[in-house]
């Protein structure tokens, strides 16, 4: 044990000692919240107006398809197919007689095409302006009478909550989704990042020579079990140096934010979050928001979100890094040997990252449950589940299940690598194949 002890200890300080280590550690922080800036400033800048001319052969689209800051509707006469690009236009839609009850196409040609955002949001312009239309016919109900009932029947906003038998929580969809995206594509690289990394390692210290020498003094299992600690421990320092230089930016702009509005925005949450009208009305816009963000944060169980994070990277890391391992001690100098043996390993990975895709959109599915509890995939898709609640969404046999089967599944490939390793790492100059370490793991 004391052996392993010096080998992760070793492995450990050189990786945290590096140069890189330390930049990406503190620039990372900084990194993603550039991203995150500049993304929503291009796309607000990026935010483009089509001008669309419309041919309409019924006579009545002009009083109900409504144009705005994304779509505006012109009805001139004189534009046509041939002329609307040198009008200014960016489309023309041709709208043919339609009859109550038959499907009718309508087409539109364009010269700067809409995107599958603008596609929909045009057809359902045309739905509503045919229901709007439809409803006057058949009740005289004129339009501004329609957006005046629409406008003023917007009075009901749902808020959900977590049924725990006598307690229930506040819970919100978005942030659940938020939380589950990133916590599953953050083990899907970190697994990847540092797998590779036990890999490389491994690989320098055969091509080297220096394994031959270290495994004089210490047996092969116990060489590869250090490498394996000692760069998942890095890996948990860099993320909670993450966590650690995150919140200490929320902090930091939190000072930017003027006295007056934190003032308000604390009187909000003392007279009941934002369930007082009286108080959100005196409020300002600023502070309802940061309210409104706050009371939205306050409805995740970070605390529970950061231990399973924590396990179910630990324990990802674990269960492939071990393979990755096994890989590095097998191949020799050549890396395109390496990428062939990976492909069983990462297929896997890239499964489960389409699997948690899908398990955020329905987190209760049976695909979602069972790739959960499978350890190839529970450690990306588990993560994606529990932010939407335990055990509302996630039962607790589910996770007490994939949890043991997490741990389970370490062990074996733990085993399996080990045997491999401790083959691989001093054969030199044959060409590895899956077949051949397979003889190797079960050889007695």
Same mark, same amino acid.
């Given at each position: ?119 929909d949001d045009l057809d359902h ?29 917007d009075l009901a906003n749902i ?50 020579? #220096?394994?031959?020498? @270290? =495994?004089? /003094? ?10 394996? *600690? +000692?760069?998942? $421990? ?110 069983? #390993?990462?297929?896997? @990975? =890239?499964? /489960? ?5 899908a398990a955020i959109q329905d987190? *209760? +599915?049976?695909? $979602? ?76």
């Amino acid at each position: 044990m004391s052996k392993i002890w010096l080998i992760t200890r070793r492995e450990y300080l050189t990786r945290v000692r590096n140069r890189t280590f330390l930049l990406s550690t503190f620039l990372f922080p900084l990194v993603i919240i550039l991203f995150i800036a500049g993304s929503v400033a291009i796309s607000m800048q990026t935010h483009s107006r089509n001008r669309i001319a419309v041919i309409d052969a019924n006579g009545y689209f002009k009083d109900y398809l409504k144009s705005d800051s994304a779509l505006s509707f012109d009805f001139s006469p004189g534009i046509d197919t041939l002329n609307y690009g040198q009008k200014g236009f960016s489309a023309v839609l041709i709208i043919p007689l339609l009859h109550e009850g038959q499907k009718t196409d309508c087409r539109l040609k364009y010269k700067k095409q809409l995107g599958l955002a603008g596609m929909d949001d045009l057809d359902h312009r045309i739905s509503n302006a045919i229901t709007d239309r439809l409803i006057f016919e058949k009740t005289a109900v004129s339009r501004a009478k329609l957006d005046s009932i629409r406008k003023n029947s917007d009075l009901a906003n749902i808020k959900s909550y977590e049924d725990n038998g006598k307690l229930s929580k506040a819970s919100n969809q978005g942030l659940s989704f938020g939380i589950g995206y990133v916590s599953g594509i953050l083990i899907y690289i970190l697994t990847f990042v540092y797998g590779a990394m036990v890999m490389r390692g491994v690989m320098e210290e055969k091509t080297n020579r #220096i394994a031959e020498v @270290v =495994i004089s /003094s210490v047996k092969p299992f116990q060489l590869m079990m250090g490498k394996i *600690t +000692g760069i998942g $421990a890095v890996g948990l320092t860099q993320f909670l140096l993450w966590v650690v230089l995150l919140g200490g930016l929320a902090l930091v702009a939190q000072g930017f934010i003027p006295h007056d509005t934190m003032k308000e925005v604390q009187q909000l949450q003392q007279a009941g979050a934002m369930t007082n009208g009286a108080s959100v009305a005196r409020a300002g816009d600023a502070a309802q928001k940061i309210a409104q963000f706050q009371n939205t944060l306050d409805t995740a169980n970070w605390a529970f979100i950061l231990f399973c994070f924590l396990f179910y990277f630990i324990g990802g890391y674990l269960f492939y890094s071990a393979l990755f391992a096994a890989v590095g001690s097998a191949v020799n100098e050549d890396p395109q040997e390496a990428q062939s043996l990976m492909m069983p #390993i990462t297929l896997p @990975v =890239i499964f /489960s990252f389409f699997i948690m895709t899908a398990a955020i959109q329905d987190p *209760t +599915g049976p695909l $979602a449950v069972w790739a959960s509890i499978i350890p190839f995939s529970s450690p990306i898709v588990m993560m994606a589940r529990i932010p939407f609640g335990v055990p509302s969404t996630v039962e607790y046999w589910q996770l007490g299940l994939s949890m043991l089967f997490l741990v389970l599944g370490f062990l074996g490939t733990t085993w399996l690598a080990g045997k491999i390793y401790r083959t691989g790492i001093l054969m030199y100059g044959k060409k590895p194949t899956w077949k051949t370490m397979w003889k190797w793991a079960f050889r007695k």
